[in-house]
């Protein structure tokens, strides 16, 4: 599927490990939130070409949901947002996933941290069983 103008697309990085998300505004070009060095510092939304975005992944669509602006609002958040840094980079809380969702939803949201957080719980609760019951504070054994 061709991305059109306000679509948001993602490029599969590190063989699955994570997504790279930005808004295909046409002209082969992408807006989205990333530091021209691929560092997590100093990082803003900037525009590339589709190529420099994909950076030989490969970049599929993301479906539209109910609720969400049109294409062409889209595109046009993305580029009022240009240049900015929207209050700094944040891998957990302000991330390129949390920019377009607040380009097409106007709410920042990111799906891969919150199955991160999901699955860093399970873990822990898998492992909870290896050290036993934690003891209660005295107030409460007092009683």
Do not use: W
């Not at 295909?24 to 420099?52: M, P, Q, W």
């Not at 377009?100 to 920042?108: A, H």
């Amino acid at each position: 599927m061709r991305p059109q103008r306000g679509d948001i697309i993602f490029s599969v990085r590190a063989y699955g490990a994570y997504f790279h998300y930005g808004i295909f505004i046409g002209n082969n070009s992408v807006i989205h939130y990333r530091s021209k060095d691929d560092g997590f510092f100093n990082a803003l939304i900037i525009k590339t070409s589709y190529a420099d975005f994909a950076k030989g992944c490969p970049v599929y669509v993301e479906p539209r949901e109910v609720g969400a602006n049109s294409n062409e609002q889209t595109a046009k958040n993305a580029e009022k947002y240009l240049g900015s840094g929207l209050k700094e980079y944040n891998l957990a809380i302000n991330n390129c996933e949390h920019f377009v969702n607040l380009c097409r939803y106007n709410e920042k949201k990111s799906c891969q941290v919150r199955d991160v957080v999901f699955k860093l719980g399970q873990i822990a609760l898998n492992y909870l069983p290896l050290f036993g019951p934690l003891p209660l504070p005295n107030a409460i054994t007092n009683i």
